[in-house]
T-cell receptor, first 114, second 112 residues
Framework: EPEVTQTPSHQVTQMGQEVILRCVPISNHLYFYWYRQILGQKVEFLVSFYNNEISEKSEIFDDQFSVERPDGSNFTLKIRSTKLEDSAMYFC????????????FGPGTRLTVL | QKEVEQNSGPLSVPEGAIASLNCTYSDRGSQSFFWYRQYSGKSPELIMFIYSNGDKEDGRFTAQLNKASQYVSLLIRDSQPSDSATYLCAVNIGGGRRALTFGSGTRLQVQP
């Protein structure tokens, strides 16, 4: 069964460093999302992406964040200058155009900012 | 503010019993409703979705939606220890391909 994949599974970085989290959505899906979950808290929406542009973003997704689909398969989230409070699980999700708005999540990347 | 509320639990049920998980939402513009299961340290896994008032059954799972009361629930019949997880209610507010708004989840413990 097709699934969303994410790399790396765990990323440790120093405060102020840039990180890039990578996702490969399900191959025929057209809508892509990033969410994050701080330990012990709710899953929070960051940004959605369709047709090579951002379609929706939350207040969390400030100028430190950017997303890109550099090729036909990868979808990336970049954090330019990480802060301690960016430590969280980051989940990528994708959805097909013909779906009932079902979003399927990848396994996540645990980001630890020291 | 658009909220999705769940009782954090834990909800403890014996093996074989029915587990009932509840969720309320604040925005009447909410279009579709999802239940995800999340094991500790893992990602959310979609188990059910519902759009219309009433019940929707899939195997041991039944989702119930009451838009007038802004209430959605998940029933798990014949609960198994492997059902022990956190169940997340998620709401698509505004329809289309919009983001999901998640509740904080209810932790379910099924006692063998």
């Amino acid at each position: 069964e097709p699934e969303v994949t994410q790399t790396p599974s765990h990323q440790v970085t120093q405060m102020g460093q840039e990180v890039i989290l990578r996702c490969v959505p399900i191959s025929n899906h057209l809508y892509f999302y990033w969410y994050r979950q701080i330990l012990g808290q709710k899953v929070e929406f960051l940004v959605s992406f369709y047709n090579n542009e951002i379609s929706e973003k939350s207040e969390i997704f400030d100028d430190q964040f950017s997303v890109e689909r550099p090729d036909g398969s990868n979808f990336t989230l970049k954090i330019r200058s990480t802060k301690l409070e960016d430590s969280a699980m980051y989940f990528c999700a994708s959805m097909s155009s013909g779906s009932n708005n079902e979003q399927f999540f990848g396994p996540g990347t645990r980001l630890t900012v020291l | 503010q658009k909220e999705v509320e769940q009782n954090s639990g834990p909800l403890s049920v014996p093996e074989g019993a029915i587990a009932s998980l509840n969720c309320t939402y604040s925005d009447r513009g909410s279009q579709s409703f999802f239940w995800y299961r999340q094991y500790s340290g893992k990602s959310p896994e979609l188990i059910m979705f519902i759009y219309s008032n009433g019940d929707k059954e899939d195997g041991r799972f039944t989702a119930q939606l009451n838009k007038a009361s802004q209430y959605v629930s998940l029933l798990i019949r014949d609960s198994q220890p492997s059902d022990s997880a956190t169940y997340l209610c998620a709401v698509n507010i505004g329809g289309g391909r919009r983001a999901l708004t998640f509740g904080s989840g209810t932790r379910l413990q099924v006692q063998p």
